[in-house]
């Protein structure tokens, strides 16, 4: 009689072990830090501090702790009002200052992130559909991002891992996370969780989303990352140690750092999310092409200068040309001499030739002058009669 009895507990006492085991693991899944258990909900905004794993994580964390540093403090004055009307506010990834970090140091590890997604295939299936890469494109992408520190409370759309497949979220990070950014600017990772981000979907509510609200968090001072207009070259983001500008080349976790050539119109310490001065266009990553050279005004073009003729052999006719006779087109000064052609002046192939102009020696007065002496040719003058013609034929006819 008792025997059935004793099987039904310890049947139930097994179910309630099961349930006990799989409610841990769901609890354990759900990540943990302050504020963040269990998981998240599609339509709901999660805060989640810089520390904070957060719910459905891809990975452990991958978070430098040396090059994780904290946000630098707001300058806005405390009662200040918020910009805008409330909503959050949108700044290229390009924005001086919208990032920092450590001079010289990653704020998180790249090379850990893609070893410990590499042993999961599952887990790296799942990062790259929510990346929007192929399976065997997440190495290079991770490569290619820049590890920084986001300097202000920023909202992202989260992508999480759970059973095998992603969950999505809203988020707002808080200042002082460790993020991985694209050549746009936009935050790719959060290393804490090795989580997916993308850019945040509409709707949700900052202002009464779930989890433990950090000092100063404002939703009206929250910032949305916008992609920069062209790729980037370098990030211009905040040295913390030193509350210094510095330029991070894009896929370089800090070997590369330097003090930017053209400095931002305002301090390091300038809070963002309030009003700031118009910026210069960042410096693209794209090849600039090659400058035309400008036509000089000194040297004429290839069409100025008039080409010049071969000289005509002696004997031949020139022939005709059907060049205008209107006005004499000008012709530039420094057009170059063309070899072998004779110039203005003489020179020893082309000497002067004599001219019928006065040379300044007087005339012979007894030499009849010249416009009398009939021209000589080799024809015989059978027109011309001499006086002494006329005499002859007097006296035979007489």
Excluded at 194 to 212: C, F, I, K
Aim: glycine residues 12%; proline residues 17%; hydrophobic residues 30%.
């Amino acid at each position: 009689m008792h025997a059935p009895t004793r099987m039904r507990r310890a049947v139930l006492a097994v179910l309630s072990t099961g349930i006990l085991v799989t409610a841990g693991c769901a609890r354990e899944a759900g990540g943990g830090g302050p504020g963040t258990e269990g998981t998240a909900d599609a339509g709901e905004v999660l805060l989640q501090p810089a520390a904070a794993r957060g719910p459905d994580p891809f990975t452990r964390s991958t978070v430098e702790p040396a090059g994780a540093a904290p946000a630098a403090p707001r300058t806005t004055p405390p009662g200040t009002p918020p910009p805008g009307d409330g909503a959050p506010r949108t700044l290229p990834g390009s924005t001086p200052g919208l990032y920092g970090g450590t001079r010289s140091v990653a704020s998180c590890d790249v090379g850990q992130q893609i070893r410990l997604l590499a042993a999961d295939p599952v887990r790296e299936e799942a990062f790259a559909q929510a990346a929007g890469v192929p399976r065997a494109g997440v190495p290079d992408l991770l490569r290619g991002l820049t590890p920084v520190v986001l300097r202000a409370d920023t909202r992202v759309g989260n992508h999480g891992f759970r059973a095998g497949s992603t969950t999505t979220f809203q988020s707002v990070l808080q200042a002082g996370t460790a993020v991985m950014v694209d050549g746009h600017g936009l935050p790719r990772v959060r290393c804490a969780c090795g989580n997916p981000l993308s850019r945040p979907a509409g709707g949700g509510d900052a202002e009464g989303g779930r989890g433990e609200k950090w000092a100063g968090y404002d939703p009206a001072r929250t910032v949305v990352v916008a992609p920069a207009p062209k790729t980037v070259a370098d990030l211009v983001i905040v040295d913390a140690d030193h509350n210094s500008w510095m330029a991070r080349a894009v896929g370089d976790g800090g070997a590369r750092d330097r003090t930017p050539e053209v400095p931002p119109p305002y301090a390091p310490g300038t809070d963002i999310t309030g009003p700031l001065p118009d910026l210069p266009p960042a410096r693209s990553k794209e090849p600039k092409p090659p400058k035309k050279p400008s036509p000089s005004r000194s040297t004429p073009g290839p069409g100025d200068c008039p080409t010049p003729a071969a000289p005509t052999p002696p004997g031949e006719a020139v022939a005709a040309t059907k060049e205008p006779t209107g006005a004499p087109v000008p012709v530039p000064t420094n057009c170059p001499t063309p070899t072998g052609l004779p110039s203005d002046g003489p020179t020893e192939e082309y000497p002067e030739l004599p001219t019928d102009e006065p040379t300044g020696t007087p005339a012979d007065p007894d030499e009849p002058p010249q416009d009398l002496v009939p021209p000589m040719t080799d024809e015989p003058q059978t027109s011309i009669r001499l006086p002494w013609q006329d005499d002859m034929e007097a006296s035979v006819g007489g």
